[in-house]
């Protein structure tokens, strides 16, 4: 890794902390982290506040994702791209902005995707909609899909440490959904 590929992953980690979850409820008046469920992500935005508010923060969260993995595959290559995508994730898991509360990183490693592997996405994404049509629950639709994301990435040919830092963004994923995972097998999600 040179300076190069550092300073991409650490562009990736501060564009990940842009929290468009709670930047655009903010613009409008509205502290998110005490409204709904408390989560600053698209989810509890569209449940508080309607469709278009979540629209432009779930493209926000993408699109900090892109970015993200664009700087990192330009700087170094698509395993700089996984790993400065994979900081973005973490960045909006935990974003040095707004005191590391921040949302579960399922649309910056959308975003990631996009740029690595869009057919992948366009696979994952069918997963996320079916899942949701069928159960009513986002959040057993954003695990199925990001649970996918490496046999994904792998029948598209990616292997090693691009795998690796992707299931590392599949791990912290699944961290970060622990609660949900809970009332899911209780029933109550």
Request: hydrophobic content about 55%.
């Amino acid at each position: 890794m040179d300076a190069w590929d550092i300073a991409a992953v650490v562009a990736g980690y501060l564009l990940g902390s842009v929290d468009f979850g709670v930047i655009v409820p903010r613009l409008l008046g509205v502290d998110i982290y005490g409204t709904g469920s408390g989560n600053p992500g698209a989810t509890n935005v569209l449940r508080t506040m309607g469709r278009k508010e979540a629209a432009l923060v779930l493209l926000g969260d993408l699109a900090k994702g892109v970015a993200a993995a664009a700087l990192g595959s330009w700087a170094g290559g698509p395993v700089i791209g996984f790993a400065a995508g994979l900081a973005a994730v973490v960045g909006h898991c935990f974003p040095i902005w707004h005191r590391f509360k921040g949302g579960k990183g399922v649309a910056a490693a959308g975003g990631m995707v996009a740029w690595l592997e869009p057919w992948a996405l366009l696979i994952l994404l069918g997963v996320f909609v079916a899942v949701v049509a069928l159960t009513r629950k986002a959040s057993l639709g954003s695990l199925l899909a990001a649970l996918g994301l490496v046999p994904a990435l792998a029948l598209f040919g990616h292997r090693g440490w691009s795998l690796g830092l992707a299931g590392a963004a599949v791990a912290l994923i699944v961290v970060r959904h622990l609660p949900n995972i809970r009332r899911l097998l209780k029933g109550g999600e």
